[in-house]
């Protein structure tokens, strides 16, 4: 089991940026693909970015493609989201999941087996 802590949430403008940091402890991190989810209120969690174990594949939602860049530090145990031009549609409470496989195209909530407790992101107009 993989214990998950996302942190670095908060109040932006639109247009301005963020980065998302989830730190990760228990079983081996660097085993495993990451992924971000998003809940915004009143809708069902949706999926963001996920990243294989290395690093080496990435993908995206259509709806932050371009915008958003996950990446993952092995070394640190941590995985980051970093969010450019933000819009208020991507206000939500972010989090981030431990896949149950090593590769990135999994998009699913049912594929990921470990959640942090979410951290908010509220982008203004």
């Known amino acids: 089991q993989v214990q998950l802590v996302e942190s670095g949430g908060g109040l932006v403008q639109g247009g301005g940026s963020l980065r998302l940091s989830c730190a990760a402890s228990?079983?081996?991190?660097?085993?495993?693909?990451m992924g971000w989810f998003r809940q915004a209120p009143g809708k069902e969690r949706e999926y963001v970015a996920s990243i294989s174990w290395r690093g080496g594949s990435t993908y995206y939602a259509d709806s932050v493609k371009g915008r958003f860049t996950i990446s993952r530090d092995n070394a640190k145990n941590t995985l980051y989201l970093q969010m450019n031009s933000l819009k208020p549609e991507d206000t939500a409470v972010y989090y981030c999941?431990?896949?149950?496989?090593?590769?990135?195209?999994?998009?699913?909530?049912?594929?990921?087996?470990?959640w942090g407790q979410g951290t908010q992101v509220t982008v203004s107009s």
């Open positions: 228990g079983r081996t991190f660097s085993s495993y693909a």
């Open positions: 999941a431990a896949s149950r496989f090593s590769g990135a195209y999994y998009f699913s909530q049912s594929d990921y087996a470990s």
